[in-house]
T-cell receptor, first 109, second 114 residues
Framework: GQNIDQPTEMTATEGAIVQINCTYQ??????LFWYQQHAGEAPTFLSY??LDGLEEKGRFSSFLSRSKGYSYLLLKELQMKDSASYLC??????????WGAGTKLIIKP | NAGVTQTPKFRVLKTGQSMTLLCAQD?????MYWYRQDPGMGLRLIHY???????AKGEVPDGYNVSRLKKQNFLLGLESAAPSQTSVYFC?????????????FGPGTRLTVL
């Protein structure tokens, strides 16, 4: 079966750095996405990786290793507004997105 | 440009009642999706459409039907609602070129079935 694993919850301090990991097993691979979802709102797109390596976009970076079925999202200079759930999703061979359950990130002052 | 809109935003149904959720997008996107999101679980695909007049089943299609009569609209129907269908429903769309395309989400519909 297809499976996306990520930690359920993480806590970090304002101004610090946090890394959210995602491992996957899917039928084919056409890219990995990270989305942010604030409570009660729809997910919003953060990043897309299809080749191995690091993609940097401001305070957020995303890394992919296809051979290990592994990705992480790195958030730097954490702000209180970064408190949200972070969803990892993989596009499979049928171009459907398979979603992880999400990681709830709690930022403390 | 409204993006993706969903109607209604909230709804309470009694078991056995029927309803239709409407998703509309004004970005001329080819692909449209209906997901449900339950606490502690990821988004699960119910049905999707790769173009006007086409629909396909996703991971959890039972108890739902869909139609895509117009490119901009994707309707999700519940013929006989059950408490297990209490959830938040999200519609999403992407342009026709699928690889790497960001999914644009609607604001969601919060449905409670009593």
């Amino acid at each position: 079966g297809q499976n996306i694993d990520q930690p359920t919850e993480m806590t970090a301090t304002e101004g610090a750095i946090v890394q959210i990991n995602c491992t996957y097993q899917t039928s084919g691979f056409n890219g990995l996405f990270w989305y942010q979802q604030h409570a009660g709102e729809a997910p919003t797109f953060l990043s897309y990786n299809v080749l191995d390596g690091l993609e940097e976009k401001g305070r957020f970076s995303s890394f992919l290793s296809r051979s290990k079925g592994y990705s992480y999202l790195l958030l730097k200079e954490l702000q209180m507004k970064d408190s949200a759930s972070y969803l990892c999703a993989v596009m499979d061979s049928n171009y459907q997105l398979i979603w992880g359950a999400g990681t709830k990130l709690i930022i403390k002052p | 440009n409204a993006g993706v809109t969903q109607t209604p935003k909230f709804r309470v149904l009694k078991t056995g009642q029927s309803m239709t959720l409407l998703c509309a997008q004004d970005m001329n996107h080819e692909y449209m999706y209906w997901y449900r999101q339950d606490p502690g679980m990821g988004l699960r695909l119910i049905h999707y459409s790769v173009g006007e007049g086409t629909t396909a089943k996703g991971e959890v299609p039972d108890g739902y039907n869909v139609s895509r009569l117009k490119k901009q609209n994707f309707l999700l129907g519940l013929e006989s609602a059950a408490p297990s269908q209490t959830s938040v429903y999200f519609c999403a769309s992407i342009p026709g070129d699928v690889g790497g395309a960001e999914q644009f989400f609607g604001p969601g519909t919060r449905l409670t079935v009593l």
